[in-house]
């Protein structure tokens, strides 16, 4: 009887060793055996992954910070404008932050933001008096009517109340558009280059690493298309 079983026993061994043997030959393997290097570089990946996905929960200017602090800069200091809007404030209507969200929403170029900004100097050299104006209604009538002139495409209203954060409704972005044509007298042309001298003038004297006190460009002449 002990014969028999040990027989026994053996060949059910002898079984399962086959049967995992034929097993593991027509399962395939979902990739091939790492080695050092291979972990190494998988590591790496993983790592630079992580970064980049903590970087763009971080990047609240959506790589637009240069321009939108710039931006800023300009419009606080020709208008005494603040950075926070009297309504709706949280951290992202903070005005660099508006900026670069609008831009980012937008899909516009940084020439259509340089060229927002030569209306609204234009505006200034119109009527240099009145002060401590809304940032965010100067930036987006002024980057509303500068896309709309150098871009063949552009949004309707109604989408740019969603790039503005739906600061405003669509009656009074509609109202911000018209007054601002109608203050610069229709004057809404920007070449190409008073774009490059107004950016290289901006780029220099209002970039995120300044503080001030920054240059007040002369009015008179207010950078009008050639």
């Not at 570089?41 to 992954?49: A, E, F, N, S």
């Not at 932050?97 to 516009?108: K, Q, T």
């Not at 009538?141 to 709309?148: E, L």
């Not at 405003?168 to 809404?188: F, K, M």
């Amino acid at each position: 009887m002990g014969s028999h079983s040990a027989v026994y026993d053996g060949a059910r061994t002898t079984l399962r060793k086959k049967t995992t043997t034929a097993i593991k030959k027509i399962t395939p393997q979902s990739e091939p055996p790492r080695n050092h290097s291979d972990n190494k570089r998988i590591t790496q990946m993983r790592r630079q992954h992580g970064a980049n996905i903590k970087r763009s929960k971080l990047d609240r200017y959506f790589g637009k910070k240069w321009i939108a602090h710039l931006s800023a800069n300009f419009i606080t200091h020709l208008f005494a404008s603040n950075k926070f809007p009297s309504r709706n404030i949280h951290r992202n209507t903070y005005l660099p932050i508006y900026i670069a969200y609008a831009i980012r929403c937008s899909s516009a170029g940084d020439e259509a933001v340089y060229a927002a900004l030569i209306l609204l100097h234009r505006l200034k050299g119109r009527y240099p008096e009145p002060r401590k104006s809304s940032g965010h209604k100067l930036f987006i009538a002024a980057f509303m009517v500068a896309s709309k002139f150098l871009y063949d495409e552009s949004y309707k209203n109604s989408t740019w109340m969603k790039i503005a954060q739906n600061l405003y409704d669509l009656p009074e972005l509609n109202e911000l558009e018209r007054g601002l044509c109608l203050h610069l007298e229709w004057d809404i042309a920007v070449d190409t280059s008073t774009i490059t001298t107004f950016r290289s003038l901006l780029n220099r004297d209002f970039h995120i690493g300044t503080s001030g006190p920054y240059p007040t460009y002369p009015t008179e002449t207010a950078y009008k298309c050639k």
